[in-house]
């Protein structure tokens, strides 16, 4: 048996507990997953592709990968074939099996962020890897690694990683061979600063070579529970990849692909789940910065990256007894232990009962 970490939110039950006690019910900001309605076109599209009895492609529709190429160029300056998208079941998928399915496996390093989403840590194990967390990757010398992690906006922190360091990054992993994989499922909330994706020509050049963006449509589009992503780079890796899915039997459902492409055309609703986070987030920042917390990067993204100088656990306590659950920075690596990890992501008038309680 591959050796694996606890899950990390099971150790969060208790204070869950805690938190529920408050006679106004919990206030959950431990996890980033949406409450807002799904889009009604959307949930349109997925009623009227529902009669849906034979087998989908793994390799999508021409429709869905056109509308995720679309999507690219038009919000993010990305000119892709859209030969060269993949669907997937919720990047969180492909975060936790892209090792594996690169034949990636013992006696090899998986580079990721110091801070990061537990799951790349996984998918290293997963595939009998090493899972090496750094930030200083261009200080490795002449080491040779398969894979490259970065995300940009961070999760936990929020923090964007300039141009001109990833154009580092792709310059470094392209002298080694390393493949670098970008999970950029937070790449449309940008707060001060906007997001850029590896695939931009700023970044990697007129060449998407050895390069993978991963993207997602849970933050996006309210679509957590479609399991709806993407990925799109280079055309080499792209087939490599959907052959050994094809085998494997990695295939999005069928109506979902139709509710995922109409998704990925209309930006209207887009807009609108954008302008609620950023009211959520004008108001609950300013309520923790005032109740002793100081926030840190979270220039971009879903989550608030705090600190009170405490151990991360004490503060989630502190948090608990105010019937407010947050996650402790630790479960995003040993650099997080004074800091803890806030979501925006809920309804505005438990994000109001927050604040309240925060005063």
Known sequence: MIGLPDFPWDRLTPLKERAQEHPDGI???????PVDPVPAVVRQALAEASDSPGYPLTYGTERLRAAAAGWLRRRHGVALDPANVLPLIGSKELVAWLP??????PGQRVILPELAYPTYDVGARLAGAEPYATDGLLALGPEAVPLVWVNSPSNPTGRVLPVDHLRKIVAWARERGAIVASDECYIELGWEEQPISILHPDVCGDSHEGLLAVHSLSKRSNLAGYRAGFMAGDPALIQRLLEVRKHAGMIMPAPVQSAMAVALDDDEHAEEQWA????RRAVLRPALEAAGWKIEHSTAGLYLWASNGTDCWEQVRA????????APG???G???????????TASDERISAAVRRLQ
Do not use: N, P, Q
């Open 276 to 279: 609620r986070y950023a009211a």
């Open 319 to 326: 948090l608990a007894d105010k019937g407010i659950l947050v």
């Open 100 to 105: 594996t399915l690169l034949g990636i496996g």
């Open 334 to 344: 040993k650099a997080g232990e004074a800091h803890i990890r806030i979501a925006v």
């Open 330 to 332: 630790d479960f995003y």
């Open 27 to 33: 206030v959950d900001l431990s996890v980033g997953t």
